[in-house]
């Protein structure tokens, strides 16, 4: 399986902070890497899709980018209700498409 | 809108084999720009991508589990179920079942979530 390495593994972050989330892929996976928001309890949500598209509904403040091995989610302007664990999946290598272990975003 | 509600045992016995089945409204599990995932996630840790189906029922699972695991279809119900058998304590997670999209391949629309335990 090709192995998804997110960092930092959790952050402490205050209320308009920005944010830099980090997920590196033990091989190229192209642009096929989507990242997800879960909060406790919940489903995962999908935030960004193929690297740098954002989901019709999810606020601007969602950025993202890479490709190849390197990929970053950013979130402009922290708000309450972001705090959650975040986790990028590469979808090109069929037939597991694996996920990073997850970031959890929490309140300095 | 499409919704997937996962439903089945909450306590399985080892070795015995663990039985989940997906219902899908809102959308159906023959359209052919949609795989049907199933995604589990241990108490307290990481999601882990377990396999897919496409309409046409070819499945395709992840190489950890492939030996134990089976994904399947039934069109006139509107759901997708998975087996997994041989079921352990390392099987013990939260089981969520998903659409992804086909041609960009991520998953846009999940179910709630259904905890498996396994234990005597």
């Known amino acids: 399986d090709v192995q998804m390495t997110q960092s930092p593994s959790s952050l402490s972050a205050s209320v308009g902070d920005r944010v830099t989330i980090t997920c590196r892929a033990s091989?190229?996976?192209?642009?096929?890497v989507n990242w997800y928001q879960q909060k406790l309890g919940k489903a995962p949500k999908l935030l960004i899709y193929t690297a740098s598209n954002l989901r019709s509904g999810v606020p601007s403040r969602f950025s993202a980018s890479g490709s190849g091995t390197h990929f970053t989610l950013t979130i402009s302007g922290l708000q309450p209700e972001d705090f959650a664990t975040y986790f990028c999946q590469q979808s090109y290598h069929t037939p597991s498409y694996t996920f990073g272990q997850g970031t959890k975003v929490e309140i300095k | 809108q499409v919704h997937l509600q996962e439903s089945g045992p909450g306590l399985v016995k080892p070795s015995q084999t663990l039985s989940l089945t997906c219902t899908v409204s809102?959308?159906?599990?023959?359209?052919?720009?949609?795989?049907w995932s199933w995604i589990r996630q241990p108490p307290g840790k990481g999601l882990e991508w377990v396999g897919y189906?496409?309409?046409?029922?070819?499945?395709y699972y992840s190489p950890s589990l492939e030996s134990r695991v089976s994904i399947s279809l039934d069109t006139s119900r509107n759901q997708f179920s998975l087996e997994l058998t041989s079921a352990t304590a390392a099987d013990t997670a939260v089981y969520f079942c998903a659409r992804v999209v086909t041609w960009r391949r991520e998953a846009d629309s999940w179910g709630q979530g259904t905890l498996v335990t396994v234990s005597s």
């Open positions: 091989q190229s996976v192209s642009n096929y």
């Open positions: 809102g959308d159906s599990i023959s359209n052919i720009d949609y795989y």
């Open positions: 189906i496409y309409y046409t029922g070819d499945a």
